[in-house]
């Protein structure tokens, strides 16, 4: 589909674009908790049961999709305060942003765990079961080179490999779903209590109030939508350009592995401007809609970027989970090395990932006309 440029030049927008973007966001928020609370779930749905009837799965259901619709809209609202905030009064705005971001990431660390254990599991699968994973790791490396060792040892050394990996695989997985069946429970229960509290509720009625009132500014009236949207497109532009593309066309990064694999618990300090980028993005994509409304077209390129970019969170926060696990006092060795291959794999994920937003940003900004 065409893409559609933001110019700072373009004429100004009444702010009467911003308040009704804002009120169908408000209103998309309340139907989301009416949803919520008619399908007496709970954030994500809940601990998985070990038998439900169909009502019950349809209950779930319900309230997992309404919880999703809760964060969405949460994270439009916060996001459209963000970007065009000389518009909207600063003390309402800057009071309601916080409160909007506590929210939605509470709602969605529940699934998030939920969806972190699914991926860790099935990649030990993989890796133990269906695909050797030093095969795997010479094919992605580069590391395979005809002659370099004969058939047979390379066949004896891969099923050694593989036999340490599935005898450690087992227990570790049994140790990232204790471990993380343990925190998905608890971010259930926060989530639980989050919204029968009473800065929910505060929450809840500010955002019922932005469904019939929106607070502009007297400069509303005559600043424009265009210039705003188009300062986070650069600012999108500028971080991308900060980004090591360079080192993203790479098919591995050992420091990274090194740094996971480390006593060091800090987050992975490579990671945190790809993340940086993963949320101007967002922006980017909420401001278009509040500019263009319903004729907003949806750049395919853009989009693959986007989801390149959960990817390489999502293969990240799976990594930084394995390591974590990996440094659980008096496991044993077999244990030991099954995550620190999950850990590898998870990295080589991320990897693969930046590769995947490198592609698609650098064909973005060459068929740009």
């Not at 004429?11 to 308040?19: E, Y």
């Not at 094919?139 to 370099?148: I, V």
């Not at 227990?171 to 429970?185: D, I």
């Not at 050992?254 to 993340?275: C, I, K, N, R």
Request: glycine share 8%; aromatic share 4%.
């Amino acid at each position: 589909m065409a893409q559609q440029h933001l110019e700072p030049t373009a004429s100004p927008v009444a702010g009467d674009a911003l308040a009704a973007y804002l009120r169908a966001q408000a209103t998309e928020f309340l139907r989301a908790l009416r949803q919520h609370r008619e399908s007496g779930g709970a954030a994500g749905g809940g601990p998985p049961a070990r038998a439900q009837s169909s009502v019950g799965e349809n209950s779930a259901k319900e309230a997992v999709d309404a919880a999703r619709a809760l964060r969405r809209s949460a994270r439009r609202i916060s996001g459209t305060l963000h970007t065009f905030r000389p518009m909207l009064d600063e003390g309402w705005s800057e009071g309601m942003r916080p409160e909007l971001a506590w929210l939605s990431g509470t709602l969605a660390r529940e699934h998030a765990y939920g969806a972190r254990l699914e991926r860790l599991l099935a990649a030990l699968h993989r890796l133990s079961g269906s695909a050797a994973f030093p095969a795997q790791a010479q094919a992605t490396t580069g590391e395979r080179s005809t002659g370099e060792r004969s058939t047979g040892e390379r066949t004896t050394e891969e099923r050694t490999e593989k036999g340490r990996l599935t005898v450690g695989a087992a227990k570790a997985g049994a140790l990232l779903e204790r471990r993380l069946t343990l925190t998905r429970t608890r971010a259930h229960s926060a989530a639980l209590q989050a919204l029968g509290s009473s800065r929910f509720h505060a929450v809840a009625d500010s955002v019922a109030v932005l469904a019939s009132e929106v607070p502009l500014t007297a400069a509303a009236a005559t600043t424009g939508l265009r210039p705003l949207a188009a300062a986070a497109e650069e600012r999108l532009g500028d971080a991308v350009t900060a980004l090591p593309l360079i080192t993203a066309g790479h098919p591995y990064n050992s420091e990274a592995l090194v740094h996971g694999l480390s006593a060091d618990t800090v987050p992975q300090p490579q990671d945190a401007p790809w993340h940086q980028v993963r949320l101007l993005l967002r922006l980017h994509r909420y401001a278009c809609e509040v500019v263009f409304g319903d004729e907003v077209l949806v750049d395919v390129r853009l989009l693959n970027a986007g989801q390149a970019l959960d990817r390489h969170r999502d293969a990240a926060e799976a990594a930084a989970a394995a390591a974590s696990a990996a440094r659980t006092p008096r496991i044993a060795p077999a244990t030991a090395y099954a995550l620190g291959v999950l850990h590898a794999d998870q990295r080589h994920e991320v990897e693969a990932a930046r590769f995947t937003f490198q592609r698609a940003w650098l064909r973005e900004t060459v068929g740009t006309p």
